[in-house]
């Protein structure tokens, strides 16, 4: 295979920099975690079909260099992706895998867990947090740093891996850490200097509303509710809705009686204040880290009614009318086994276990076909209760053992008639599905799962119509675009990571499209031969 290496020095060029401008290669924008700030993953896009998928093969790639989990939600401004690595951010063009710059951040201080999901564009500027509690703003035409805000703590376990948003002139993220007991809360930044607008506390302190849910209220103080997916925006009426994820300490619920809000929830604030507005608590008093992590989507029913669609680590599927904020339908797409237990001496197997259900990808919504697809891990564990005392920075688990399933973990995909969340075709996969789901105009579904597996369905039927094998774990984002006049797909290949460990090669961002001849040889790019800046 062909290696091209790169020359820094030639990076800034007038041709490069016409690739930033609005009058370089013109391409259809992916701008956010899932294309939109409302979720919308749908492409209107056709080029690439069933006449022609057996024809869509690499282009190129790029070998990123910064080894492990690699969970980047990829996005595209002006024929330029961004994408994201525990510590590095690159700028790569999005026909040719050129690499125009290359920022890296170097951990200060104890990091917890090196990975980032994705970053957010607005008005020039990239956006994106760091495993050591940063908040950093880029500009996306030379990747350099315009300001970086200190806005978590990882000595009490906070860091930031979410993808952030930005609409209004603000960005918006909040801490992950419910694992080591960090007190949950989600933030508003100015895009121009990074001072926070607004913060909500995801698990209620003091005496604010929902600290009864907290008995004693003193275990509030440690109570998780973390946020590490992406969030979604309906820029008409301003509701920003977020993922919270689980309670602490994780398995001892008998430590925090009550509801636990506002754990496990979907919650739903006004963009503009940070004021709650309302919210849906997926599990009350969780003692099997059942986080509601993944972004939702919202989309319109066949009747007009506005929905939110969204899937938890519990393994269900839900669809909520967002006037009435009535449950629509709860359909299992995975294995579920003694949800309704909790932690004992004697030990209680469950389904799904702490890595299974749905993770950090949510469903995405085809209106061609009505449907909600939504990708599952398929994995049991064993939970046996005891008690961990809380100690700042380190994991807050309430339980002396987990001990994990001997059964190999796989994965589901599963297509929901969005009305009713019936199930239209589903699909076992060999390895778990925690890569984004991305349907077309064209009637095509792409998807990927950890054993490296490229998959294109059938919306309709679920019929597979190809399966290439990449040459790493298919963790992150997969979006499709056009650009000179041909429509691509970019994978991001090659995540490693305890949960969903992979021998396979390391980061790196795969550009596909249709038309190259049966003899081309796609060529790598290494991102590391690039001076970071």
């Not at 600290?211 to 275990?219: C, D, H, K, L, N």
């Not at 994990?404 to 996969?429: E, F, H, N, R």
Request: glycine residues 12%; proline residues 6%.
């Amino acid at each position: 295979m062909t290696l091209f290496k790169t020359n820094a020095s030639a990076f800034f060029s007038t041709a490069i920099l016409a690739l930033l401008t609005c009058g370089g290669t013109h391409a259809s924008d992916w701008p956010s975690y899932n294309n939109t700030v409302d979720g919308a993953r749908f492409s209107p896009l056709t080029q690439i079909n069933r006449d022609n998928l057996q024809d869509l093969r690499e282009s190129c790639s790029v070998l990123l260099g910064d080894d492990g989990p690699y969970q980047t939600g990829p996005i595209l401004i002006n024929g330029i992706i961004y994408v994201s690595t525990g510590h590095t951010t690159v700028a790569i063009g999005a026909s040719n895998c050129q690499v125009i710059w290359r920022q890296v951040h170097p951990a200060t201080g104890k990091e917890l867990l090196p990975v980032s999901r994705g970053l957010a564009f607005y008005e020039g500027l990239v956006f994106r947090g760091t495993t050591d509690g940063h908040l950093i703003a880029m500009d996306a035409r030379t990747g350099k740093i315009i300001w970086q805000q200190l806005i978590a703590d990882n000595a009490v376990g906070e860091f930031l891996s979410a993808a952030p948003i930005a609409a209004n002139g603000k960005v918006y993220i909040g801490p992950a850490g419910s694992d080591w007991g960090v007190k949950g809360r989600m933030s508003a930044f100015d895009v121009r200097d990074g001072h926070e607008v607004w913060r909500f506390n995801l698990v209620p302190q003091g005496h604010e509303p929902g600290i009864e849910t907290w008995r004693p209220q003193s275990a509030a103080a440690h109570g998780g509710g973390g946020t590490w997916g992406s969030y979604t925006l309906d820029p008409l009426t301003q509701e920003l809705f977020i993922p919270v994820g689980n309670a602490a300490p994780d398995y001892n619920p008998d430590a925090r009686l009550g509801d636990n809000l506002y754990t496990d929830s979907l919650v739903v604030l006004d963009a503009r204040t940070g004021q709650l507005k309302w919210f849906y608590q997926l599990n009350a008093n969780d003692g099997f880290d059942y986080d509601m992590s993944a972004p939702p989507v919202l989309y319109t029913d066949s009747l007009g009614h506005k929905r939110v669609g969204f899937a938890g680590k519990n393994g269900y599927a839900y669809s909520i009318d967002r006037a009435t904020h009535a449950v629509q339908f709860k359909t299992p797409v995975t294995t579920i086994l003694n949800a309704q237990a909790r932690p004992t001496p004697a030990g209680v197997h469950v389904c799904p276990g702490t890595m299974g259900g749905t993770e950090w990808n949510g469903p995405a919504y085809s209106p061609r076909v009505q449907a909600l697809f939504v990708g599952s891990v398929d994995y049991c564990a064993t939970f046996i209760a005891g008690e961990t005392p809380y100690d700042a920075g380190k994991p807050y688990n309430g339980t002396r053992v987990q001990n994990a399933s001997t059964d190999p973990k796989t994965g589901w995909i599963y297509a929901l008639q969005a009305d009713t969340g019936t199930v239209l075709w589903k699909y076992a996969t060999e390895q778990p599905v925690v890569a984004a789901l991305t349907p077309t105009a064209a009637g095509l579904v792409f998807a990927g799962d950890t054993g490296g597996h490229f998959l294109v369905f059938d919306d309709l039927n679920g019929h597979v119509l190809l399966k290439q094998q990449m040459s790493g774990s298919l963790a992150g984002g997969i979006i499709t675009y056009e650009a000179n006049g041909a429509q691509w797909v970019a994978l991001a290949v090659g995540n490693r990571s305890i949960a969903f460990q992979s021998s396979q090669a390391g980061p790196a961002l795969v550009l596909m499209r249709t038309g190259l001849p049966a003899h081309y040889v796609a060529p790598q790019i290494r991102a590391e031969e690039v001076k970071p800046l």
